[in-house]
């Protein structure tokens, strides 16, 4: 059974990057055709697709947050890593990552909170 955990800063002061690792066991991240993807859910609204990074390593952006968005992973830990840049308030949230097939399979989600 494969298991995600995320893991980051808590607390991001505006104008930074926030780096966020998830960390993949039970399955590799190589695996066809699974997609690893990044979510967040700022308070008081609903789920929002960061983006996602695919068994071959392609990326993939949701527009709204192409411009600060980078995905990347790194095979030999079984990881996959989200960076947002210039963050602002608007981006303090729970972040989650993903499985995604047929089916999703979450971590259980960080707070993030951007605050000076």
């Known amino acids: 059974q494969v298991q995600l955990q995320e893991s980051g800063p808590g607390l991001v002061k505006p104008s930074q990057t926030l780096s966020l690792t998830c960390t993949v066991s039970?399955?590799?991240?190589?695996?066809?055709?699974?997609?690893w993807s990044w979510i967040r859910q700022p308070p008081g609204k609903g789920l929002e697709w960061m983006g996602a990074?695919?068994?071959?390593?392609?990326?993939y952006y949701s527009p709204s947050l192409n411009s600060r968005t980078s995905l990347s992973r790194d095979t030999s830990k079984n990881q996959f890593t989200l960076q947002l840049n210039s963050v602002t308030p608007e981006d303090t949230a729970v972040y989650y990552c993903?499985?995604?097939?047929?089916?999703?399979?979450w971590g259980q989600g960080t707070q993030v909170t951007v605050s000076s």
């Open positions: 993903a499985r995604v097939s047929a089916t999703w399979d």
């Open positions: 990074i695919a068994y071959s390593g392609s990326t």
């Open positions: 039970g399955g590799s991240i190589t695996t066809s055709y699974y997609y």
